[in-house]
């Protein structure tokens, strides 16, 4: 832990004193977004102290031309960027001719920040001493609506406490914004028009090189003693343009001002309706006015509320913990685009660039289709459908031919865009999840309509991967793949990493059945792919060779499978033996000296156990957790949810708990000291598997949903909702047992703690 201002509630996150050095931090946690746009909790009003301005659209982005200082042959051209757009929040506020801003305020008291995520809305409030004396209490409220997502809305309330003032608000919009992580400090929007309508505004831009339309709006209304204040145009310039209201405020009497903005784009609209299109949304927000956009935002947020919950009793900050992690997850994607998918940072920074990681399908995956429906999920496996022409790109770009696929580490559109030849090149794993999603998919809905109709084009392109990328050793008469980088990023260049050696096997294997498959019981999309992808019997014999004599690294001494070859001939120090002052070592170290080092950032070998577990007996999995979680550092934060899970398989609750507390408050507490970048959004949904699948022990065996409950000492209860095959199941955990409660008309067979149980719908089924 390294901050602890974020007050325990279980439902709000709540910072108390305004403190400048803490307002980048509060940014990241206090974000906004409704699945289309975001922005940071930057201040409306003027502030002159450090701060990371930030607002973002939805799969909207500049290929940022890449940046490296010994350029090699296959390296993506450039790396895209999350654009921080136009910013339509901005107000600024002068009291007798004087801005407000907190950073040259006399004083700042009572300054409180509210997110409220069970009603999806932001406030800050506070009193503020100017430089001319002036005090004044201020209470703004902001929201990104799930309903119509291509508005927000602002109140923004003044309260003069010192004598009678005059206050102007300067509503404005600004398309002068720049990206803090911009390669070569490139223009990365164009703007074209800038334009005013009576009390609304309007800057209609695109993005250079990309060609993203997009229009930015407001409307502003003002309203003192219950009358409404007319405005003017204020200052106008090539980027920027604001409305002026100027009104004589009494000591103690309220001005308020509303406002909404947002964003129309040529993704859901025609390039040149996109200013009618704003207008219409502007009518229909001012139709229900403030008052009723919130009301239907409380109700649709209660609705996601009322399946994606989970509740936690005895552990506020438990509590809050897993609150802020699904609220973060359902602001960033809502399933609703198959065109979308959920980048590492959201819209809470700038940071890792592209939207796509394997993160999707490693991670988030089973939390939407646990929490929302099996279309959410297929939406998201859609998107590596309709991206595999450009892996097949990617990967002939690399050498590889015949059609074998080589996913993206980071992208956009399906192009690879991540400019570490590192990663780019060698860390290849993320072909294996995304296979594994197909599979787990399947496993879990049942919905086997996905590989015949896409994902079996998708599992050849990568089976013909790796077939290629493994070459045959002489020397261990086995095939082997060289030079990459597993999961965990601390090594590079290495030989037989086991966890991509081992995916790659299961890889080929799975695609070999699904084949086979596919023939017996789908033979017109059989013979569709098969006249697509050319796949030929001796082809798919020559994968089958590789995955038989795929070569595993293994310690006959420690009884364990290596992480790769060379692991052994590291300095083995345990991480507790490490001075605290190196910690994290990925800010304190060399990166040379890293790489030599036997730490590991997160679950490597164990990701393996973590995807395969049923290929392993529970000695095998004790064992290979002893042995690598001393060497972890944990300095991914993907990397605490896999061993909250693991240690709770293996009873070991305070330790799974004490991870699950780091998963689930990595950015709360700031534990990896970088939370002013963003949130650690994919990592969210690791949180979420800490406890359904960890505690709760969710697996599916053997074609039935199975449960092993365990409960922190800790914790009084918890309970978590799941769709399971279109079945809603609550599960609710205490000391004394287990109740199951089955929505529907009809019974289901489970099994719990190895038992079959038969769930009555509508009533509590307790288990002891």
Request: hydrophobic share 35%; glycine share 8%.
């Amino acid at each position: 832990m390294n901050q602890d201002y974020i007050r325990p509630d279980v439902w709000s996150i709540i910072e108390e004193g305004f403190d400048a050095d803490r307002v980048k931090s509060s940014e990241s946690l206090f974000s906004l977004g409704n699945g289309a746009m975001g922005q940071r909790a930057n201040f409306e009003e003027q502030y002159t102290g450090p701060t990371f301005q930030g607002s973002y659209i939805a799969g909207v982005y500049y290929p940022d031309k890449t940046r490296v200082g010994w350029w090699k042959n296959g390296y993506p051209e450039y790396f895209a960027k999350v654009l921080n757009a136009p910013n339509w929040i901005g107000i600024n506020v002068f009291v007798d001719g004087e801005p407000l801003d907190l950073f040259t305020s006399k004083k700042v008291e009572h300054f409180r920040r509210e997110l409220n995520m069970r009603e999806g809305w932001y406030r800050r409030s506070f009193t503020a001493t100017m430089p001319n004396g002036v005090q004044l209490e201020v209470k703004a409220t902001r929201f990104l609506s799930l309903d119509l997502d291509e508005v927000g809305a602002i109140r923004y309330e003044v309260v003069p406490l010192s004598g009678d003032v005059e206050i102007q608000f300067n509503p404005y919009l600004d398309s002068g914004i720049h990206n803090e992580d911009s390669n070569w400090d490139d223009q990365f929007w164009n703007t074209t028009n800038v334009t005013a309508e009576g009390a609304r505004a309007f800057i209609e831009s695109h993005t250079l090189k990309t060609h993203f339309s997009v229009t930015t709006f407001m409307q502003a209304l003002v309203e003192y003693q219950g009358n409404p204040i007319q405005g003017e145009m204020g200052t106008k310039t090539t980027k920027s343009i604001g409305l002026h209201f100027t009104q004589k405020v009494s000591e103690g009497e309220k001005i308020v001002l509303t406002k909404f903005g947002g964003y129309t784009g040529d993704r859901n609209h025609p390039k040149d309706e996109l200013l009618q299109v704003a207008n219409q949304v502007l009518d229909k927000a001012l139709q229900l006015g403030f008052e009723g956009l919130l009301q239907q935002q409380k109700e649709a947020w209660g609705q996601i509320w009322e399946m994606s919950d989970i509740t936690i009793e005895g552990d506020i900050k438990a509590q809050q913990g897993i609150r802020f992690n699904i609220f973060q997850l359902n602001q960033t994607y809502l399933g609703k685009d198959s065109k979308l998918n959920i980048g590492p940072k959201g819209f809470t920074g700038e940071k890792y660039g592209g939207s796509t990681y394997w993160d999707t399908e490693a991670y988030c995956l089973p939390f939407y289709m646990c929490t929302k429906n099996q279309t959410v999920a297929w939406n998201l496996l859609k998107y590596r459908y309709n991206h595999l022409d450009k892996a097949i790109e990617n990967a002939k770009s690399l050498g590889f031919s015949n059609g074998a696929a080589l996913y993206p580490m980071v992208t956009m559109n399906g192009e690879e865009c991540h400019n570490e030849w590192e990663i780019t090149f060698e860390e290849i794993h993320r072909n294996g999840a995304i296979a594994f999603a197909i599979y787990n998919y399947y496993r879990y809905t049942t919905d086997y309509s996905y590989i015949p109709e896409m994902g079996l084009e998708v599992l050849i392109g990568i089976a013909r991967f790796w077939h290629q990328r493994a070459n045959w050793s002489s020397n261990k008469e086995k095939y082997v793949i060289l030079g990459v980088t597993g999961p965990n990023e601390y090594e590079n260049n290495v030989n037989n990493n086991w966890y991509t050696n081992y995916l790659a096997k299961w890889c080929i294997e799975f695609t070999i059945e699904q084949l086979e498959k596919v023939e017996e019981g789908y033979p017109t999309d059989y013979d569709r792919i098969i006249a697509h992808t050319k796949v030929t019997d001796s082809e798919v014999e020559s994968w089958n060779e590789v995955a038989k004599k795929m070569f595993f690294p293994r310690s006959k001494k420690h009884e364990v499978f290596l992480q790769q070859d060379g692991f052994l001939d590291k300095q083995l120090v345990p991480v507790q033996n490490l001075d605290t002052s190196e910690r994290p070592i990925n800010q304190k170290w060399s990166w040379d000296r890293i790489l030599r080092s036997p730490y590991i950032k997160q679950a490597d070998v164990l990701q393996g156990f973590y995807f395969f577990e049923d290929h392993f007996t529970m000695e095998e999995l004790e064992r290979h957790f002893d042995f690598y979680e001393p060497f972890t550092v944990h300095e991914s934060s993907l990397s605490p949810c896999v061993h909250s899970i693991q240690a709770a398989k293996l009873g070991r609750m305070e330790q799974a708990y004490t991870f699950y507390l780091r998963t689930s408050r990595l950015d709360l507490d700031d534990y990896n000291k970088e939370v002013e970048e963003g949130l650690h959004i994919t990592s969210m949904a690791g949180t979420w598997m800490s406890i359904v699948e960890g505690f709760g022990g969710m697996r599916v065996i053997n074609d039935k949903l199975s449960f092993t409950p365990q409960i922190p000492k800790q914790w009084k209860a918890y309970s978590f909702k799941v769709n399971f095959r279109n079945r809603i199941i609550k599960v609710t955990v205490t000391n004394k047992g287990t109740d199951f409660e089955l929505q529907g008309h009809e019974e289901m067979s489970i099994r719990v703690n190895g038992e079959r149980v038969v769930l009555t719908p509508k009533i509590m089924n307790h288990v002891s």
